[in-house]
């Protein structure tokens, strides 16, 4: 059987960063997203007892670059003694370039797989097994705002608000479009292991999830402003301070995040957040979206603006 599922990406307002367990891919830390709306990955699974090897194209093209992932993903949800599967990828976004491209795919891919697979995972399941691939998609599963905690064994997911409760916009300023020098996953280990200002990182990040949870909760925009603003510049400090350093950032990375803030001077509501790439998100309310998006696109250098609001969590499509 065919199955087809649709998932965006999420970007994180307290971020993950940091392996607790890195064989399981447990994170280190709690984190809270809100899931993207006009951004996505479909994925398509098909289990054929005729083929010999997994097969894996993306937009159409194959692609071998993700194929032991997407048979890792495949394992987890079916066995390894599974048949093989043909599983194909849209995405209408850049991929590997720190737009969180692997949230929104392994998500997808959780769903599809057990569809297809007959299997029917609940979503707690399924964010445990898009978790294992990649950290990020674990939160994907789930629509609007999302928060997953780390526990010793495992993780849990849960939806802390609806797109609509509190409907906030994404623009994104698309600064490079080459994939990232280093992996995520890399860079984490590696900080852990050398940067001075991790054991703090680790320490400080229930606070941080307890004001942001507040935040949302409240629909305070000033307090979720400046708790996601210093989270995101602590985790790129982790980085800078990792040997040898890690900076994912460009001269149009710090361009924007001025801009952002002269705005917010202004009196317009919006902030930045940054993930392990040089593309710069500003999380604002849907009045201010326009205008951000123009001084962003004003930018020298930045190649594309986006523009998403909230959306739903990972989903079957009709049409596997
Ligand atoms: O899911 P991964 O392994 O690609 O890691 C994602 C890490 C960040 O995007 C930088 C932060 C986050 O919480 O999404």
Not at 58 to 74: F, I, M, Q
Not at 254 to 274: D, E, K, P, W, Y
Request: proline share 5%.
């Amino acid at each position: 059987m065919r199955a087809l599922a649709k998932a965006q990406p999420n970007i994180a307002l307290i971020k993950y960063w940091g392996k607790r367990d890195i064989e399981r891919n447990l994170p280190a830390v709690g984190s809270l997203s809100i899931t993207l709306e006009s951004l996505w990955t479909t994925m398509s699974v098909e289990f054929l007892p005729t083929l010999e090897q997994d097969r894996f194209s993306l937009n159409g093209t194959p692609c071998d670059a993700l194929l032991s992932r997407v048979s890792r993903c495949l394992d987890r949800v079916a066995g390894d003694a599974r048949d093989r599967a043909a599983v194909a990828s849209e995405c209408n976004f850049p991929i590997a370039a720190g737009l969180a491209s692997s949230a929104s795919a392994f998500a997808a891919l959780a769903l599809a797989a057990s569809e297809a697979a007959g299997e029917r995972l609940d979503a707690p399941s399924l964010a445990r097994v898009a978790g294992s691939i990649s950290g990020s998609a674990a939160r994907s599963v789930f629509g609007g705002f999302v928060e997953l905690s780390a526990g010793a064994d495992d993780i849990e997911v849960r939806s802390l608000a609806a797109p609509e409760a509190w409907p906030l916009c994404v623009v994104v300023a698309v600064t490079a479009l080459e994939p990232k020098p280093i992996a995520s996953g890399d860079a984490m280990i590696r900080g852990a292991q050398s940067s001075p200002f991790y054991p703090r990182w680790i320490a400080q990040q229930t606070e941080d999830l307890k004001a942001a949870r507040a935040a949302v909760a409240s629909h305070d925009f000033a307090r979720l402003a400046a708790v996601a603003e210093h989270n995101c510049l602590k985790m790129h400090s982790v980085m800078w301070t990792s040997r040898p350093p890690i900076v994912y950032w460009n001269s149009v990375t710090l361009a924007c995040m001025q801009a952002v803030r002269a705005l917010r001077a202004n009196g317009h509501s919006v902030f930045f957040t940054i993930d392990a790439g040089p593309q710069v998100k500003a999380v604002c309310l849907p009045e201010h979206a326009d205008t951000v998006a123009a001084a962003l696109g004003d930018i020298d250098g930045v190649a594309q603006i986006l523009i998403s609001g909230l959306g739903p969590g990972a989903r079957l499509l009709d049409g596997g």
